[in-house]
């Protein structure tokens, strides 16, 4: 019998339409659109007025399941990563399979920020891969705009909202999944952190006071491991499978500046015009850049395309995924 593979048969994605524009944020702190376009490459972001992560995913799940023609009862595992859940607990998995009827799986939220989808498709790949399930879904998703200090300049011009899914699905031909190089640093924790509303320190009245329910980033410090990080892993990945940057169709960076972006790219050898690029138009939106970006580019993707999927996040967590494109 041949190896099962985990495929990806179906990418959808979703992002609010209100827009907050660069020029919006000059009215709010003190900032220019021509500061934030060259430092990150970001124009605009879109903004949930109303409504949880969790009626984000479920527009994006309608969506996906409408796309591949199958019933939410057909869905075995829900992974939903998120830096945003609707509460700490349940978990935001649970809230989007009770809201859409998916009354035959189970679910679950898994943190790691910005490299959360990277992580979940490499989790939910396993389930595939095992032959225990035959559907899995991989959210990455969040409501940004419900932690960011927009008296904060420094972080409030990075984030938005929005996210995407995918399904994954067991493939025989071996396409779909293929390897990960994922790490983690807790050390680097206090570079990039909600400091509190979690049990290290419970909310109350000095905490809200001092904004302290709100990303906390030190840009700089982010930035140097950023460029390092999510650079070496995706050039480790390729190395690792023997792949030059003339047999790789995409790189699928997640989009936290543009210069990460670049700098990946460089080290990476892919030239701008295989690079997914869309930060312009939703700035950061966490967990959900990458499945954006396949949902976004999904028409140029051709069956047997190999992907290399690289991120990093707060955590630290950071890595790389190598995939092949399944249809
Ligand atoms: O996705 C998760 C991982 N997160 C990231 O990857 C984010 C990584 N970090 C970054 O993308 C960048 O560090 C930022 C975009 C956050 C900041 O860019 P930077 O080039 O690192 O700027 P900086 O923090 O070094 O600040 C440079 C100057 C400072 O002024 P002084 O001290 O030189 O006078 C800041 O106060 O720019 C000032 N500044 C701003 N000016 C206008 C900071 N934010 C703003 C702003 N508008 N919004």
């Not at 944020?25 to 021509?34: G, I, Q």
């Not at 527009?59 to 939903?80: F, H, Y």
Request: aromatic letters at 8%; hydrophobic letters at 40%; glycine letters at 10%.
């Amino acid at each position: 019998m041949s190896k099962i593979s985990a495929a990806i048969t179906a990418v959808f994605g979703y992002a609010p339409e209100d827009k907050l524009t660069n020029q919006d944020l000059e009215k709010m702190v003190d900032t220019n659109d021509e500061w934030i376009l060259s430092r990150t490459g970001i124009k605009e972001r879109r903004i949930q007025k109303e409504g949880a992560t969790s009626d984000m995913g479920v527009k994006i799940m309608e969506g996906l399941l409408a796309k591949r023609g199958i019933s939410p009862n057909e869905i075995d595992l829900v992974i939903c990563t998120t830096a945003t859940p609707d509460y700490v607990f349940p978990a935001t998995a649970n809230v989007i399979c009770d809201k859409i009827g998916a009354k035959n799986a189970w679910g679950y939220d898994l943190s790691a920020a910005c490299s959360g989808f990277i992580y979940g498709l490499t989790t939910g790949a396993q389930f595939i891969q095992t032959g225990m399930y035959k559907k899995v879904v991989v959210i990455g998703i969040d409501k940004m705009s419900s932690i960011i200090d927009y008296q904060d300049r420094a972080t409030c011009i990075i984030f938005g909202d929005g996210g995407g899914a995918v399904l994954l699905e067991p493939n025989q031909e071996g396409l779909g999944f293929q390897d990960a190089i994922l790490r983690s640093d807790g050390a680097g924790r206090q570079f990039l952190v909600m400091k509190a509303g979690g049990s290290a320190k419970p909310a109350s009245r000095e905490t809200v006071e001092n904004r302290e329910h709100f990303v906390y980033q030190e840009g700089k410090t982010v930035f140097k491991f950023a460029v390092t990080n999510m650079a070496e892993t995706a050039a480790e990945v390729m190395e690792r499978n023997n792949l030059t940057a003339d047999d790789v169709a995409w790189l699928v960076p997640h989009q936290a500046n543009k210069r990460i972006i670049d700098a990946t790219a460089d080290r990476c050898g892919m030239p701008a015009e295989k690079v997914m690029v869309n930060i312009e138009h939703y700035g950061n939106t966490t967990n959900g850049t990458i499945p954006l970006c396949l949902w976004e580019w999904e028409d140029k993707l051709k069956k047997g395309d190999k992907l290399i999927l690289a991120a990093f996040g707060g955590g630290f967590t950071w890595g790389a995924v190598y995939l092949t494109w399944a249809y």
